[in-house]
């Protein structure tokens, strides 16, 4: 009378599947969370709607970034967000471009030979097809105005 009844070894190995489905499945989850677009969208737009020449920085924790004129897509281990701006177009940026060094902090009189040159720049970046590619460690922000030339520039 000390045998075990049949169905425990079935019930045992049931129990064995189900154990390793669970850790599967743990072990499978994103140990780090999604990038916060929204609060890089919130810095862009609180910059955007400033009345006078602004600058901000916001930490990135992204591997790719998207930046478009409406819209920013941040990509990393935990997943990708997306979130839209509420005050645009901005205008899109790298850090190696003139626009890039317009939102470092240049003034665009050094860069740019006139506020047509500019208008004329900031309008070409933002009728580029956005696409995916390495971010950096910061997203640069600024607000200028030069003659009447009002341009926010995002640089990531």
Do not use: C, K, Q
């Amino acid at each position: 009378m000390l045998d075990a009844p049949l169905d425990t070894l079935y019930t045992w190995a049931a129990l064995s599947v189900a154990a390793t489905v669970l850790v599967g499945t743990v072990a499978g989850l994103p140990t780090t969370p999604a990038p916060d677009a929204s609060g890089v969208a919130d810095a862009v737009d609180t910059v955007a709607v400033a009345e006078y020449d602004a600058t901000a920085e916001h930490d990135l924790d992204a591997d790719a970034v998207r930046l478009g004129s409406h819209r920013i897509g941040l990509r990393n281990d935990g997943g990708a967000a997306h979130a839209t701006f509420g005050f645009g177009p901005i205008t899109p940026a790298t850090p190696d471009s003139r626009l890039g060094s317009v939102a470092a902090g240049t003034p665009p009189s050094a860069v740019f030979d006139s506020p047509a040159a500019f208008a004329a720049a900031a309008e070409t970046a933002r009728d580029r097809d956005a696409s995916w590619r390495p971010a950096g460690e910061l997203l640069v922000v600024r607000h200028v105005n030069w003659e009447g030339t009002d341009v926010t520039v995002v640089s990531a």
